[in-house]
T-cell receptor
Framework: QQQVKQSPQSLIVQKGGISIINCAYENTAFDYFPWYQQFPGKGPALLIAIRPDVSEKKEGRFTISFNKSAKQFSLHIMDSQPGDSATYFCAASTGGTSYGKLTFGQGTILTVHP | GAGVSQSPRYKVAKRGQDVALRCDPISGHVSLFWYQQALGQGPEFLTYFQNEAQLDKSGLPSDRFFAERPEGSVSTLKIQRTQQEDSAVYLC????????????FGEGSRLTVL
C-alpha cells in the first residue's frame, strides 16, 4: 500500500536553479515528515524535517512547505549545486515512539548540471 | 567508528541458503531499525528495537526473516532459505532514543540471491 506518493521520479536542474520535489500522503495519523538525501552506495541521511503544526521550515538552501488540508508537502532546494545531485526521499511517521518507523516515498533522482 | 557499521557490505547467496547481516549502531543509541531497500525504491520498514526489546516486527515479509539484538547493542538480521525476491539492500539505522525522528543509517548490506 503506497501511503506516500512522491513526484517527479527524476529531475534535471541547472546550477543555481530551484529544485522542487512533491509528496502526498494518505494517512492522517502521520505526524512527522522528514526528507532524506541518499548518494549512490550510501545510506540515507536526514536533510530536514517538519511537524504539522507549522506550514514552512527553512534550513539554509532547503525549505519544506507543508499543506495539512491537502495532505501534501514539498522540498525546495534553492540555488541548486552539482553537489546536490542525489536521490531524495520524503517520508512520514505517526510520531510518539514510532517516529523512526518511517514510510518512504519512491524517491526522486536529482541531477544538477554545472 | 563514529557511524553505523554494517557487514558484510555485499553478500551473494544461492537460493535456499541462510544469511546473517550484522549491524553495529552508534554507541549510546538505544533504538535500532532495519529497513529493506529494493533497487530504485524507497526503504521499507522491517523491524525496530529499543535496547534488546523488539517492539515492532510488523514489516518482516515472512517468517523466514528474524532479527535479534540480545545485548541491546549489535543486531543481526537473519534470513533463512533465501529466495530471489529477498535480493535488496538491507539498511540498519540507529537513533539516540525512541521518540526522536532523526535516524542515522549505515551504508547497507547488499544481498544478491542467485
Amino acid at each position: 500500500q503506497q501511503q506516500v506518493k512522491q513526484s517527479p521520479q527524476s529531475l534535471i536542474v541547472q546550477k543555481g536553479g530551484i529544485s522542487i520535489i512533491n509528496c502526498a500522503y494518505e494517512n492522517t495519523a502521520f505526524d512527522y515528515f522528514p526528507w532524506y538525501q541518499q548518494f549512490p552506495g550510501k545510506g540515507p541521511a536526514l536533510l530536514i524535517a517538519i511537524r504539522p503544526d507549522v506550514s514552512e521550515k527553512k534550513e539554509g538552501r532547503f525549505t519544506i512547505s507543508f499543506n495539512k488540508s491537502a495532505k501534501q508537502f514539498s522540498l525546495h532546494i534553492m540555488d541548486s549545486q552539482p553537489g546536490d545531485s542525489a536521490t531524495y526521499f520524503c517520508a512520514a511517521s505517526t510520531g510518539g515512539t514510532s517516529y523512526g518507523k518511517l514510510t518512504f516515498g519512491q524517491g526522486t533522482i536529482l541531477t544538477v548540471h554545472p | 567508528g563514529a557511524g553505523v557499521s554494517q557487514s558484510p557490505r555485499y553478500k551473494v547467496a544461492k537460493r535456499g541458503q541462510d544469511v546473517a547481516l550484522r549491524c553495529d549502531p552508534i554507541s549510546g543509541h538505544v533504538s535500532l531499525f532495519w529497513y529493506q531497500q529494493a533497487l530504485g525504491q524507497g526503504p521499507e520498514f522491517l523491524t525496530y528495537f529499543q535496547n534488546e526489546a523488539q517492539l515492532d516486527k510488523s514489516g518482516l515479509p515472512s517468517d523466514r526473516f528474524f532479527a535479534e539484538r540480545p545485548e541491546g547493542s549489535v543486531s543481526t538480521l537473519k534470513i533463512q532459505r533465501t529466495q530471489q525476491e529477498d535480493s535488496a539492500v538491507y539498511l540498519c539505522a540507529s537513533s539516540f532514543r525512541l521518540g526522536t525522528g532523526e535516524l542515522f543509517f549505515g551504508e547497507g548490506s547488499r544481498l544478491t540471491v542467485l
